[in-house]
T-cell receptor, first 117, second 115 residues
Framework: AQKITQTQPGMFVQEKEAVTLDCTYD???????LFWYKQPSSGEMIFLIY??????QNATEGRYSLNFQKARKSANLVISASQLGDSAMYFC??????????????FGKGTLLTVNP | KAGVTQTPRYLIKTRGQQVTLSCSPI?????VSWYQQTPGQGLQFLFE???????NKGNFPGRFSGRQFSNSRSEMNVSTLELGDSALYLC??????????????FGPGTRLTVL
């Protein structure tokens, strides 16, 4: 079974509107971290936001917020007031806390976001 | 503070050759991880090094190896290159290893093309 599922291969949004990118995850660990990364066409992975499994409040970083629903095992990224520079591939990732090889980041397939002017 | 640097940025090799990629982590970061990104397989974990020791290894053949130096810089080596090794190789650094909450910061990647 996939650990991280991103069901939206591509998304379109108008400039200045908000957009939600979906992410569901699968783990039996109690301790884990969820991350979102942005990858522009240049290839570099840019860290956006982090949510820990024990964090009670949703994480926010500027225009980015993470809608964390633990019972549903979802960690959706919300981008408010989209900008043209937000056009990129977005990856959801998880790092589990049980140790060993699980400390690696496991990535979803990504969502390609296009912001239209 | 300087970010993660990777050299070279682009490489073209032929089948059967070997290649060495280099990664310098953010100053103070002691953990370096390597990932392979291809259109078909997505992002896959290769290995992680911390204090010159390999802590974790992904499901890749033995042709893929790495090491970490005392200054935390890391190198990744691929021997006997195959066409399927063409990919973007990303290096990521983090403060420590063995905890789930450390963010990993990525370098710009090395794009390897095998002909």
């Amino acid at each position: 079974a996939q650990k991280i599922t991103q069901t939206q291969p591509g998304m379109f949004v108008q400039e200045k509107e908000a957009v939600t990118l979906d992410c569901t995850y699968d783990t039996s660990d109690q301790s884990y971290g969820l991350f979102w990364y942005k990858q522009p066409s240049s290839g570099e992975m840019i860290f956006l936001i982090y949510q820990g499994s024990y964090d009670e409040q949703n994480a926010t970083e500027g225009r980015y917020s993470l809608n964390f629903q633990k019972a549903r095992k979802s960690a959706n990224l919300v981008i408010s007031a989209s900008q043209l520079g937000d056009s990129a591939m977005y990856f959801c990732a998880m790092r589990e806390g049980s140790g060993g090889s699980n400390y690696k980041l496991t990535f979803g397939k990504g969502t390609l976001l296009t912001v239209n002017p | 503070k300087a970010g993660v640097t990777q050299t070279p940025r682009y490489l073209i090799k032929t089948r059967g050759q070997q290649v060495t990629l280099s990664c310098s982590p953010i100053s103070g970061h002691r953990s370096v991880s390597w990932y392979q990104q291809t259109p078909g397989q997505g992002l896959q974990f290769l290995f992680e090094y911390f204090s010159e020791t390999q802590r974790n290894k992904g499901n890749f053949p033995g042709r893929f190896s790495g090491r970490q130096f005392s200054n935390s810089r890391s190198e990744m080596n691929v021997s006997t290159l195959e066409l399927g090794d063409s990919a973007l190789y990303l290096c990521a650094s983090s403060l420590g290893a063995g905890v789930y909450y450390n963010e990993q910061f990525f370098g710009p990647g090395t794009r390897l093309t095998v002909l």
